[in-house]
Nanobody, 121 residues
Framework: QVQLVESGGGLVQAGGSLRLSCAASGSIFSINAMRWYRQAPGKQRGLVAAITTGGSTNYADSVKGRFTISRDNAKNTVYLQMNSLKPEDTAVYYC???????????????WGKGTLVTVSS
């Protein structure tokens, strides 16, 4: 069994910062890409940022220059540093990871349960 657990969400004023964390645990041999998605009320879930094992990153246009994704491979953890937050960043943020189990043959996609970020104006 594999679990992804997010933390760090909360209420912040516009212009403020938050740092999200997502720790993967359980039967893990290796982790490929790790990603953050978000879903605002009434909208579809969309990709916010992604990072490969080697550290290559990509971001949604709406967060470029404000958000930074990073990972600690030794801790199986991915982070999302969010600066200059705007009310339109309000959403549930979900962690996603491609994980290979010991003895497994292919990477499987896992999701966390999400953490709520609310940005007040």
């Amino acid at each position: 069994q594999v679990q992804l657990v997010e933390s760090g969400g909360g209420l912040v004023q516009a212009g403020g910062s938050l740092r999200l964390s997502c720790a993967a645990s359980g039967s893990i041999f290796s982790i490929n890409a790790m990603r953050w998605y978000r879903q605002a009320p009434g909208k579809q879930r969309g990709l916010v940022a992604a990072i490969t094992t080697g550290g290559s990153t990509n971001y949604a246009d709406s967060v470029k220059g404000r958000f930074t994704i990073s990972r600690d491979n030794a801790k199986n953890t991915v982070y999302l540093q969010m600066n200059s937050l705007k009310p339109e960043d309000t959403a549930v943020y979900y962690c996603n990871a491609e994980i290979l189990a010991p003895g497994g043959y292919q990477y499987m996609n896992y999701w966390g349960k999400g953490t709520l970020v609310t940005v007040s104006s």
